[in-house]
């Protein structure tokens, strides 16, 4: 190729650079030193939901490449995405023993597409896992699950989930359940009440991480002070930048630093673009109503749900009804958090086939964007390792080592 750029003439070498310079922010093209960096990291994702898919869509093969959702193993291998938590979830709504009866059918479908697929998926519940996947050129499977309701009230339940290899558990979703005030809800309990301390208290015997995605202020600062172990925040954004109350204050950011933890930036464009937010909620109601209208729209079909979401968005970003979100937000979310949290304290939790995927972040082919804008920002080869995986896996370092430490000293109820 030398020689044919050799000859170019200065001409056609001037216009392409003029493209160049008119490029959309979604067309920059990654370096070789930031592909390489990306490709030695291991990067781990701590929020997806192509779990609903694999429930709901029962032809979904996750090892074939697909044109729609965000997720699967080729464009997983091709934007070097090495390990990823598949969302346990079950909007609030589904309650009591249909709730339970989910969340193990969405286990099932997790724990059988790494069966079924052995040379591609390795079904990981410990950093150790992670890392053996990666060695092995494997994706590591691992389950987070997202809403304490599935549990029913019951730590008998909370030992299966963990016994089963769901490795931290979000407290709420969008509605506040029995023991616990959820953000996008009324508060009820004042935080957390002593049975969600417990829950709390068990997740840290268990080892199970504790995630703070979803929770109202109060539950976050509850949850801070009950502890034992380093909390993560699976898939939550930065408030200062998009006013959403499911992204964190700049405070609970610090807390969470001081706990050792980790916050894991979203990609969904209403908790990116403060901007979009106020327009979609303008045009359809908040998160929650929307969500709530289309899974009726749907036919409680949750990967429809999403799917659906996402192309009546982009097609308003399209139409020009809704302001335009591309994927360099999502620097500006790390860069701020990093600020604030510092480098050892942030991730990535795309919420990738649950949201809205801002322009230039279509699928998890994208993801060495992301390197590579770091890069360009002056962060050192350590820090975004750091914050493609490194420190994710640290802190299931430290909640594993807390659980060793002190196991059984919970009361078990
Ligand atoms: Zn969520």
């Known amino acids: 190729m030398r020689a044919a750029s050799a000859l170019l003439p200065a001409i056609a070498a001037a216009a392409l650079a003029s493209t160049m ?3 959309a922010p979604q067309d920059q ?26 429930l709901f869509d029962k032809t979904f093969d996750i090892t074939a490449r697909h044109k729609d959702g965000h997720i699967d193993v080729p464009r997983m291998r091709e934007g070097g995405l090495d390990a990823l938590f598949f969302s346990i979830w079950v909007p609030s709504d589904v309650t009591g023993p249909p709730a339970v009866k989910r969340a193990f059918d969405l ?30 050129h494997k994706i590591a499977a691992l389950m987070g699950m997202e ?48 049975l969600g301390k417990d829950v709390v208290r068990e997740m840290n015997r268990l080892g199970m991480m504790v995630d703070i995605s979803h929770v109202a202020d109060k539950t976050f600062w509850d949850v ?56 979609s909620e303008k045009k359809s109601g908040t998160v929650v109503e929307s969500m709530a209208a289309m899974s009726k729209k749907c036919g409680g079909n949750e990967a429809c749900t999403t799917l659906e979401s996402e192309r009546i968005d982009h097609e308003a970003m399209a139409r020009g009804e809704l302001p335009k979100v591309y994927w360099d937000k999502i620097v500006e979310h790390i860069d701020h958090a990093v600020k604030v949290a510092g480098a050892d304290h942030v991730g990535l939790g795309s919420d990738f086939d649950g949201a809205t995927m ?25 820090d ?30």
Do not use: C
Request: glycine share 6%; charged share 25%; hydrophobic share 40%.
């Open 384 to 413: 975004v390792e750091k914050i493609l995986g490194g420190n994710i896996l640290r802190v299931m370092e430290a909640v594993e080592r807390a659980a060793a430490a002190g196991g059984g000293r919970s009361s078990a109820r």
């Open 358 to 382: 801002p322009i230039g972040m279509e699928d998890a082919s994208k993801l060495p964007k992301i390197t590579d804008a770091l890069l360009k920002k002056g962060y050192s080869d350590a």
């Open 224 to 279: 801070i002070e009950t502890t034992k172990a380093p909390v993560i925040a699976s898939h939550s954004s930065v408030r200062s930048i998009a006013n959403h109350p499911r992204n964190m204050t700049d405070d609970m950011m610090r807390a969470l630093a001081k706990n050792g933890g980790v916050m894991m930036i979203n990609y969904h464009a209403a908790f990116l673009s403060e901007e979009f937010r106020v327009a």
């Open 107 to 136: 286990i099932d479908r997790v724990r059988e597409a790494a069966r079924l697929h052995p040379n591609d998926l390795l079904l990981a519940t410990t950093a150790a896992d992670v890392r053996r996947a990666a060695a092995e």
């Open 147 to 194: 809403g304490g309701h599935m549990i029913d009230d019951d730590l008998g339940l909370l030992r299966s989930y963990a016994a089963l290899g769901v490795r931290y558990m979000t407290l709420t979703h969008f509605k506040n359940n029995n023991w616990a005030d959820s953000s996008t809800d009324k508060a009820a309990h004042n935080g957390l009440t002593s």
């Open 21 to 23: 310079l008119a490029q």
């Open 29 to 54: 093209a990654v370096s070789p030193r930031a592909r390489q960096l990306h490709d030695r990291a291991i990067v781990v994702d701590s929020h997806d939901d192509t779990t609903q898919r694999m």
